[in-house]
């Protein structure tokens, strides 16, 4: 029973980014469709379930190389797409690149998900099989990440599409966050 309630803990943990960028992309979306809600909450559970599997793969021989650069790759990708967001949130017409495409998605999800890669290596440390370890991880991640996006949807509805500016900060915050959590650690 331990292992699983470690399982989880890493799950939320490992989740968060997807929760917080989830709300921005709730923030910035402009349709208030439930499929969109699932959009971004499957490409964000699918890649933290696919990561630890990657970083199983990998194993400890490539630890090293990633740790150096995966917080700089996090910090970068959610820097760009935040700064694409306030750009675009400061323009006067409503033509605005809508941040669900596949492209812009795949972005958010390996930025994301890069720390999931590292945890990967050590799941198998847990007295669980590794399939349900990951399985918890992408479930876990999956339905924050659905309801960041509503929680996100309901922020745009009471503050007006200016909050997107809020949006790309938060994306921001969090690319600054990752990198400052490693070059500390």
Not at 101 to 119: G, Y
């Amino acid at each position: 029973m331990a292992g699983i309630f470690q399982i989880l803990l890493i799950s939320f943990s490992l989740a968060i980014d997807a929760f917080s960028v989830s709300i921005a992309g709730g923030i910035k979306s402009q349709t208030s469709k439930i499929a969109h809600a699932l959009k971004i909450a499957l490409f964000f559970g699918i890649f933290q379930l696919v990561m630890p599997l990657i970083g199983l793969l990998i194993s400890e021989a490539m630890k090293h190389y990633i740790t150096t650069i995966d917080h700089w790759i996090a910090f970068i990708l959610l820097g760009i797409i935040g700064i694409k967001m306030i750009h675009e949130a400061s323009k006067n017409n409503d033509e605005k690149k809508e941040i669900l495409d596949i492209k812009t998605l795949f972005i958010l999800s390996i930025a994301t998900s890069i720390d999931a890669l590292i945890v990967g290596i050590t799941l198998n440390l847990f007295k669980i099989p590794f399939v349900i370890s990951i399985g918890i991880i992408g479930v876990v991640t999956f339905i924050l990440s659905f309801l960041g996006f509503l929680f996100g949807k309901q922020i745009r509805k009471l503050f007006g599409k200016r909050v997107e500016i809020l949006g790309g900060v938060c994306l921001i915050i969090i690319g600054l966050k990752i990198l400052i959590e490693h070059l500390i650690v």
